[in-house]
């Protein structure tokens, strides 16, 4: 754990600057301490973690075999990464790129990283502990001072939030003024729980989302090709599971690497202009006004 990486943090408590004393990071203000395992330090508050999921407990029920999964595959950041590359091909302009051009000693933070790692000094946050996350933390109370970050990213997450604009401006706060913020977010993609999915959002609908950013780039993640696709396999499942949510959730896992060869065509029609309209995903290249 790096001094300059704690001089950016903050209490959430509080809000006074953290302390690190014999390995025991401390708030210097209100004296709360903050446990640290594996490398994970946890600002995650029980009452807020209430908010963030004891509505979403009951809905995730009906997809729970595919959480199970999604849970297991996890807990192997390789075999993820393998699983997710294989799964659809991505278009669009990926995190990693959009991060090379920083200087190298950006604080660059991932919220609700899950095992993704972006960047060798990206610094994992997320609300459950994965291989590899620094941050056990949540994205409506950051524990990072205001205006400290250079650049967050934000994969796959909005949609799974209650109140996504609430994340939003928490974001906007932790950034520095021009700060970047890159995000994907699913569009014409069924219902898919981690451990909820309340939201999808036109390019337009995103624009008025961050009205508190700079839209500089944006554009397909995954094409018009991978929604057929995705659609197609939700299908199929449905037709041949005989009623069976387990047998959906099974066969809808097996569609997305059976089917997943023809999202390559999105090489060929996902750059088009109007792809975005009809897109399985879309990303967003954006700066704090
Ligand atoms: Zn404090």
Redesign the pocket.
């Known amino acids: 754990m790096s001094v300059k990486f704690i001089s950016v943090l903050r ?6 600057n953290l302390s690190v004393t014999n390995e025991i990071i401390m ?6 301490k903050y446990p640290t395992k594996n490398n994970s330090i946890f600002f995650r508050k029980a009452e807020l973690g209430d908010r963030l999921s004891s509505q979403v407990l009951s809905k995730a029920e009906h997809d729970y075999t595919t959480l199970r999964l999604k849970a297991w595959v996890k807990t192997n950041p390789i075999f993820f990464n393998i699983l997710y590359h294989l799964s659809a091909t991505f278009i669009g302009r990926s995190a990693k790129e959009v991060i090379s051009s920083l200087p190298g000693q950006s604080i660059i933070l991932n919220i609700g990283s899950g095992v993704k790692k972006v960047g060798k000094d990206v610094i994992n946050l997320d609300y459950d502990q994965f291989i590899g996350t620094q941050i056990v933390g949540d994205v409506y109370d950051l524990p990072f001072k205001d205006n400290s970050v250079d650049a967050v990213i934000c994969e796959s997450v909005l949609e799974h939030l209650i109140y996504p604009q609430e994340a939003v401006t928490e974001i906007r706060r932790v950034l520095k003024s021009e700060g970047l913020l890159y995000v994907v977010t699913p569009f014409m993609l069924g219902y898919h729980a981690s451990p909820g999915d309340y939201f999808r959002w036109t390019e337009f609908g995103m624009k008025e989302l961050l009205n508190g950013f700079q839209i500089k780039e944006s554009g397909s993640a995954w094409g018009p090709t991978t929604a057929l696709v995705s659609i197609l396999g939700r299908w199929l499942s449905l037709v041949l599971s005989f009623g069976s949510r387990q047998l959906y959730q099974l066969w809808q896992v097996a569609f997305i690497f059976i089917l997943a060869p023809l999202t390559l065509l999105d090489y060929l029609i996902g750059r088009h202009p109007m792809a975005p309209d009809n897109a399985h995903g879309l990303y967003f290249i954006t700066y704090k006004k």
Not at 11 to 16: S, T, W
Not at 27 to 32: D, I, P
């Open positions: 209490c959430v408590i509080c809000h006074g708030c210097a203000k209100c004296q709360k």
